[in-house]
T-cell receptor, first 116, second 111 residues
Framework: GAVVSQHPSWVICKSGTSVKIECRSL??????MFWYRQFPKQSLMLMAT?????????EQGVEKDKFLINHASLTLSTLTVTSAHPEDSSFYIC????????????FGPGTRLTVL | QKEVEQDPGPLSVPEGAIVSLNCTYS??????FMWYRQYSRKGPELLMY????GNKEDGRFTAQVDKSSKYISLFIRDSQPSDSATYLC???????????FGTGTKLQVIP
């Protein structure tokens, strides 16, 4: 159990376009989901915490108008990178925490975004 | 100073060796400690999850936490080439506090 999926697994887009990434908890309900960004040879950097039915909480330095997060249900959160630029190219990973239980986070497989 | 420090490696060991991976942290409020394994271009996979000080064993993996010295370790016995990956330590203080990750140690097990 505790499987998290992401779609797409990789995407290439042109500069200025928007890209939506989906994160789903497949076999459990997740009140809270997290979005991370990971640059090569660096650790995961938390971008925002997403709670079902409420606005996301963004980390310092993360533009909320550029990285739109929607957590419409207990199994789905989406991250939309708006007006993407080459510097947004990165590995985006979501994680989900069970509604019940301890604080374990289960990670998705990640989405590699390349902005040309 | 980073909240969680981890040697990035790389660490190369022969197959069958015992691997020791370590992290230090600075925030005494951290209560929960995790180790994740991340293969190249994949999301992290939770290996071990421990609370407070002590040891936890799961198969070939043993996690050790020493809160007095703010030191956490992961031991891998009888290492296999399939263990080659980046290992991330992580910690948080409980509740809905965010998880803080180390930078990861890249491990290579040579057949």
């Amino acid at each position: 159990g505790a499987v998290v999926s992401q779609h797409p697994s990789w995407v290439i887009c042109k500069s200025g376009t928007s890209v939506k990434i989906e994160c789903r908890s497949l076999d459990f309900q997740a009140t809270t989901m997290f979005w991370y960004r990971q640059f090569p040879k660096q650790s995961l950097m938390l971008m925002a915490t997403s709670n079902e039915g409420s606005k996301a909480t963004y980390e310092q330095g993360v533009e909320k108008d550029k990285f739109l997060i929607n957590h419409a249900s207990l199994t789905l959160s989406t991250l939309t990178v708006t007006s993407a630029h080459p510097e947004d190219s990165s590995f985006y990973i979501c994680s989900a925490k069970r509604t019940s239980g301890n604080n374990e986070q289960f990670f998705g497989p990640g989405t590699r975004l390349t902005v040309l | 100073q980073k909240e969680v420090e981890q040697d990035p490696g790389p660490l190369s060991v022969p197959e069958g060796a015992i691997v020791s991976l370590n992290c230090t942290y600075s925030n005494s409020a951290f209560q929960y400690f995790m180790w994740y394994r991340q293969y190249s271009r994949k999301g992290p996979e939770l290996l071990m999850y421990t609370y407070s000080s002590g040891n936890k064993e799961d198969g070939r993996f043993t996690a050790q936490v020493d809160k007095s010295s703010k030191y956490i370790s992961l031991f891998i016995r009888d290492s296999q080439p399939s263990d080659s990956a980046t290992y991330l330590c992580a910690t948080h203080s409980g509740g809905y506090q965010k998880v803080t990750f180390g930078t990861g140690t890249k491990l290579q097990v040579i057949p």
